[in-house]
Nanobody, 124 residues
């Protein structure tokens, strides 16, 4: 059974930074393409960034390009999301997700397993 545990969320001021982490167990991490999504209250879950299982390719939503960086450490079974220059619109619950594929999907339905979410709140 695949388990994902996300952490690193918190309260930050506008313009600040956070780094989210997601530790994965129960699957061969190097077989898994990983992604970050987020969901704000009253809104649908949206794709933020993905990284292939090899780490050789990434994909970002346009609205986070230049501010967010996704990375992974296969030796630690851990996925990261570095978030810089945060603003109030980034306030949401952030989720990590995994799929056994080399292809990054931007669709929620493309991922079989999800973490529990970590809350990010940006104060203005």
């Amino acid at each position: 059974q695949v388990q994902l545990v996300a952490s690193g969320g918190g309260l930050v001021q506008t313009g600040g930074s956070l780094r989210l982490s997601c530790v994965v167990s129960g699957c061969t991490f190097s077989d898994c393409t990983m992604a970050w999504f987020r969901q704000a209250p009253g809104k649908e879950r949206e794709f933020l960034a993905g990284v292939t299982r090899s780490g050789g390719s990434t994909k970002y939503a346009d609205f986070v390009k230049g501010r967010f960086t996704i990375s992974r450490d296969n030796a630690k079974n851990t996925l990261y999301l570095q978030m810089n220059n945060l603003n109030a619109e980034d306030t949401a619950t952030y989720y990590c997700a995994v799929r056994v594929s080399e292809i990054i999907s931007t669709a929620e339905a493309g991922y079989a397993s999800w973490g529990q979410g970590t809350q990010v709140t940006v104060s203005s």
